[in-house]
């Protein structure tokens, strides 16, 4: 006669957690002290990474003033259909100081205030992630930056506490950033001692691991929005001519960082399902290399996946937003590519 095991192997048993959505690996977490210990292996984050990947996801924020909330809907599973949002996130109200949250299960930790000396308290923050070190790290600007505050926090370490960090050029930060391959790029307005001089645009590329600051002539992708196209930083500004009723994609993608050499390409879109282009904004471009466009109009959130390659254009309505957005108070925001990642819980 077989005996039947008492208990399931211990790789197993991560195997069948691993197909379990986040929200139920962080209540499987708090069952037993065993459980908690198994599923805070670095074995296991990593391996429900790996399928994280495998279903990205869109992430769509509502912002209003000191108040946020989360949503998130399948990426490209119904294209040329109606498709409703899931709500990853309660909302966050009164964030007078930045968080870091992981949306899906909810948890988060705001991060230790900022003082200034000067009478400039404004600061932009960006979040970076070396994947050697497997390190988050926060690098807090000043706006303006001549005040030379530059901080930086390492996630983690079970102490959050700002350090100063030196940067060797006075810019003017913009608030979007994007990390790709353990570097942090962000554009900003370099300033000049020259009264009356115009402020150039550069990219700043911040390496998380050594902490130290480079800088790329950014006059081509004025305004663009950063990307990350197959591992190469990269930038899409959208264009809308009213006259011919088209949107004029331009894409910048840097093809050798030391030389600082781009390539360019131009796409003239004009289709029916786009309801209204004046409103279509760029969201990101997907690790496939699809270009996804978004767009809230009527109730409804429309997103549009173009892919560059092939010239075809997909399409999907959000439905369900009716009740939670206010035009007099909020913005939309489309992200591309969320995975759901329990490294993340380990530093909040």
């Given at each position: 006669?077989?005996?039947?095991?008492?208990?399931?192997?211990?790789?197993?048993?991560?195997?069948?957690?691993?197909?379990?959505?986040?929200?139920?690996?962080?209540?499987?977490?708090?069952?037993?002290?065993?459980?908690?210990?198994?599923?805070?292996?670095?074995?296991?984050?990593?391996?429900?990474?790996?399928?994280?990947?495998?279903?990205?996801?869109?992430?769509?924020?509502?912002?209003?003033?000191?108040?946020?909330?989360?949503?998130?809907?399948?990426?490209?599973?119904?294209?040329?259909?109606?498709?409703?949002?899931?709500?990853?996130?309660?909302?966050f109200h009164d964030a007078v100081v930045p968080v870091i949250v992981n949306p899906?299960?909810?948890?988060?930790?705001?991060?230790?205030?900022?003082?200034?000396?000067?009478?400039?308290?404004?600061?932009?923050?960006?979040?970076?992630?070396?994947?050697?070190?497997?390190?988050?790290?926060?690098?807090?600007?000043?706006?303006?930056?001549?005040?030379?505050?530059?901080?930086?926090?390492?996630?983690?370490?079970?102490?959050?506490?700002?350090?100063?960090?030196?940067?060797?050029?006075?810019?003017?930060?913009?608030?979007?950033?994007?990390?790709?391959?353990?570097?942090?790029?962000?554009?900003?307005?370099?300033?000049?001692?020259?009264?009356?001089?115009?402020?150039?645009?550069?990219?700043?590329?911040?390496?998380?691991?050594?902490?130290?600051?480079?800088?790329?002539?950014?006059?081509?992708?004025?305004?663009?929005?950063?990307?990350?196209?197959?591992?190469?930083?990269?930038?899409?500004?959208?264009?809308?001519?009213?006259?011919?009723?088209?949107?004029?994609?331009?894409?910048?993608?840097?093809?050798?960082?030391?030389?600082?050499?781009?390539?360019?390409?131009?796409?003239?879109?004009?289709?029916?399902?786009?309801?209204?282009?004046?409103?279509?904004?760029?969201?990101?471009?997907?690790?496939?290399?699809?270009?996804?466009?978004?767009?809230?109009?009527?109730?409804?959130?429309?997103?549009?996946?173009?892919?560059?390659?092939?010239?075809?254009?997909?399409?999907?309505?959000?439905?369900?937003?009716?009740?939670?957005?206010?035009?007099?108070?909020?913005?939309?925001?489309?992200?591309?590519?969320?995975?759901?990642?329990?490294?993340?819980?380990?530093?909040?």
């Amino acid at each position: 006669e077989k005996k039947i095991p008492d208990s399931i192997p211990i790789d197993l048993s991560l195997e069948i957690f691993s197909r379990l959505p986040s929200k139920s690996i962080a209540r499987f977490r708090c069952l037993s002290k065993l459980w908690g210990s198994m599923l805070h292996r670095q074995h296991f984050t990593e391996l429900f990474l790996t399928r994280s990947w495998a279903l990205p996801r869109l992430l769509i924020i509502l912002e209003g003033n000191r108040e946020c909330s989360v949503f998130s809907s399948p990426q490209l599973q119904d294209p040329y259909g109606k498709s409703s949002f899931v709500v990853v996130s309660a909302d966050f109200h009164d964030a007078v100081v930045p968080v870091i949250v992981n949306p899906t299960t909810r948890q988060y930790a705001s991060l230790p205030e900022l003082t200034n000396s000067s009478r400039y308290k404004a600061f932009d923050n960006f979040l970076g992630f070396h994947p050697i070190d497997k390190q988050f790290k926060v690098l807090s600007m000043p706006y303006p930056e001549f005040c030379n505050d530059n901080r930086i926090l390492t996630l983690g370490t079970g102490e959050m506490s700002w350090r100063k960090i030196q940067c060797p050029l006075t810019h003017f930060p913009y608030p979007q950033g994007i990390c790709i391959n353990g570097v942090l790029y962000y554009l900003a307005n370099r300033t000049s001692d020259v009264i009356g001089e115009m402020p150039s645009l550069v990219i700043v590329c911040f390496d998380v691991r050594s902490e130290k600051f480079k800088f790329i002539e950014a006059e081509k992708c004025f305004y663009a929005t950063l990307i990350n196209y197959k591992g190469k930083l990269g930038g899409i500004r959208e264009k809308y001519d009213y006259d011919s009723n088209t949107l004029e994609l331009r894409m910048w993608v840097l093809e050798d960082v030391e030389k600082q050499e781009w390539s360019k390409n131009v796409y003239i879109l004009q289709d029916d399902d786009f309801v209204d282009l004046s409103y279509v904004t760029v969201a990101g471009i997907t690790t496939t290399g699809e270009i996804v466009l978004s767009m809230y109009k009527s109730k409804l959130v429309y997103v549009f996946y173009f892919n560059p390659a092939r010239s075809t254009l997909q399409s999907v309505k959000i439905q369900g937003f009716g009740d939670y957005y206010d035009a007099d108070r909020h913005s939309v925001s489309v992200f591309v590519d969320y995975v759901e990642d329990l490294y993340v819980d380990n530093l909040i």
